[in-house]
């Protein structure tokens, strides 16, 4: 498993000048209805693509896009993970418990509770913490 990151770096172009750092948006994904079977010949329209220049850059964009969303994902189990293990809570889980909830080692669990920590306390002044049960 991939050790916890932050977010997309700035692209280039905050470097030609621009304000603050500038990032690519992240392509849309798009779905095929849930009754459509599954099929490893269709990919988000890419098979349906013929110039390889337009290929690439759809390819690209689901690249950016699914990578966008992972990390996201990411921060998101981080933050459940230092919830969980919130010594204030009277339903806390050890570490253990996370771990194999999340399907971690608990080496792995620690530094995920420990980068969850620091997502909860460097949130944007202003913003509800998330509910706790």
Not at 18 to 44: I, Q, V
Not at 66 to 78: G, I, L, N, S
Not at 115 to 126: A, E, I, K, T, Y
């Amino acid at each position: 498993m991939a050790e916890p990151h932050s977010a997309p770096e700035p692209s280039r172009s905050s470097a030609r000048g621009g304000g603050g750092p500038s990032y690519r948006r992240p392509a849309p994904l798009l779905f095929e209805p849930s009754d459509a079977a599954p099929d490893d010949e269709h990919f988000f329209g890419l098979e349906s693509l013929t110039d390889p220049k337009e290929l690439l850059d759809r390819a690209t964009e689901l690249v950016h896009a699914f990578r966008a969303a992972a990390d996201r994902a990411q921060e998101y189990q981080a933050s459940a993970a230092a919830q969980l293990a919130d010594p204030q809570r009277f339903d806390r889980l050890p570490e253990a418990a996370i771990a194999d909830r999340g399907g971690w080692t608990e080496e792995y669990a620690r530094k995920m509770i420990e980068f969850g920590q620091d997502l909860l306390q460097n949130r944007v002044p202003g913003t509800q913490p998330p509910p706790q049960s």
